[in-house]
């Protein structure tokens, strides 16, 4: 299972619910690595989507501990659960919020990583990769920017996992 998410310099990734910087080249990037594929989200991001309804394109998971009916997804009421129906799907790929990246570390073995030379006040937080002995950035592209917002993108992959070129790179 991969993820993907864009971090602070402090490795926040929001506030209150919702992302405070958006590039345009991240979601550029979160599309062009999530269209096909599965995602897995919380309940409280999908509402965060565009008239928070699941993602086209692509099969939605949906986390939540609640007993409900969400049209276009498939709903999954804790990480085994949810991890079993990942891989019935091939590839997937967990997309937030925080908890829900917290809860499936356990079975992420690669991390799509914008870091974005920013670090405004969060709440949310994914951990540290850099800090964490097990985890290894096999790629890393150049420092761009887009308004004045320094950002690079990175892939982090888990030690003792084959590492596998989600799209052909």
């Not at 599309?31 to 692509?58: N, Q, S, Y």
Request: proline content about 7%; overall charge negative.
């Amino acid at each position: 299972m991969e993820a993907i998410v864009a971090v602070f310099s402090d490795w926040g990734i929001g506030s209150e619910g919702t992302q405070q910087v958006v590039l345009k080249a991240d979601r550029r990037h979160f599309r062009d690595l999530t269209d096909g594929a599965a995602v897995l989200v919380g309940r409280r991001t999908l509402g965060d989507f565009p008239g928070g309804k699941p993602l086209k394109g692509r099969t939605n998971l949906v986390l939540t501990r609640q007993d409900l009916d969400i049209p276009d997804a498939i709903v999954v009421h804790n990480p085994e659960e949810a991890a079993e129906a990942a891989a019935g799907l091939g590839r997937c790929l967990v997309i937030g919020g925080a908890s829900v990246y917290r809860q499936m570390m356990p079975w992420i073995d690669c991390v799509h990583i914008t870091k974005i030379r920013l670090a405004p006040p969060s709440d949310s937080f994914f951990p540290n990769l850099d800090d964490l002995p097990e985890w290894t950035c096999t790629e890393a592209g150049p420092w761009l920017e887009e308004d004045g917002v320094p950002y690079c993108f990175c892939t982090y992959v888990r030690s003792g996992k084959k590492e596998e070129s989600p799209h052909g790179s």
